[in-house]
């Protein structure tokens, strides 16, 4: 059965990168037609998607999040990770990795399914 | 943006009780709409997909409706595993978004 863990620190400064991995296991996150997302939960805001990454490497990102976000894949070591540059307070949230299913075509995402599998969360806190 | 409207915020209901949560999209969004359980300290759980669909493993007591910008959600008779926030979701387009949450507490 597929498992996602999320991992990283878990304290941050303002105004650096924010870094986090999920690894994926029980399942190859290279195979089937899935896409990989990242989602945070904060009291203020409620859940809040984003962005992920499908099989080709294409990425989509939230436009909330003004550019600083970055989504790679390792598909070496079977897993994700998410890149958040210049934090602040308002980035202080759980943040989760997300499985959901995917129809492409021609090597483009046309329809997004449901977030099936989620890991169990990491709390990050951004302080000085 | 796509903005999920869901209600009630919270609903207090008893074990047994026939109980309806609402999500509405602000436009349509086809059957792009998946619902989620979430338990204090937990990772949201998937628990109706496209709308109308039961994920695998979860009871027959939960049933979903609904199309176009209208949905509910809706737990025939409730059980002290139920007590949670639930979650509306659309997959319609990106940026995918969630509504605010509706907290289901014991009676």
């Known amino acids: 059965q597929l498992q996602l863990q999320e991992s990283g620190s878990g304290l941050v400064k303002p105004s650096q990168t924010l870094s986090l991995t999920c690894a994926v296991s029980?399942?190859?996150?290279?195979?089937?037609?899935?896409?990989w997302s990242w989602i945070r939960q904060s009291p203020g805001k409620g859940l809040e998607w984003i962005g992920y990454?499908?099989?080709?490497?294409?990425?989509y990102y939230n436009p909330s999040l003004r550019g600083r976000v970055t989504v790679l894949v390792d598909r070496s070591k079977n897993q994700f990770s998410l890149r958040l540059s210049s934090v602040t307070a308002a980035d202080t949230a759980v943040y989760y990795c997300a499985r959901a299913g995917i129809t492409m075509e021609r090597g483009v995402l046309i329809e997004m399914n449901a977030f099936d599998i989620w890991g169990q969360g990491t709390m990050v806190t951004v302080s000085s | 943006d796509i903005q999920m409207t869901q209600s009630p915020s919270s609903l207090s209901a008893s074990v047994g009780d026939r109980v309806t949560i609402s999500c509405r999209a602000s436009q349509s969004i086809s059957d792009y709409l998946h619902w989620f359980q979430q338990k204090p300290g937990k990772a949201p759980k998937l628990v109706i997909y496209a709308a109308t669909s039961l994920q695998s493993g979860v009871p027959s007591r939960f049933s979903g409706s609904g199309s176009g910008t209208g949905f509910t959600l809706t737990i025939s008779s409730l059980q002290p595993e139920d007590f949670a926030t639930y979650y509306c979701q659309q997959s319609y387009t990106a940026p995918y978004t969630f509504g605010q949450g509706t907290k289901l507490e014991i009676k």
């Open positions: 029980g399942g190859s996150i290279s195979s089937g037609d899935y896409s």
């Open positions: 990454i499908y099989r080709s490497g294409n990425t």
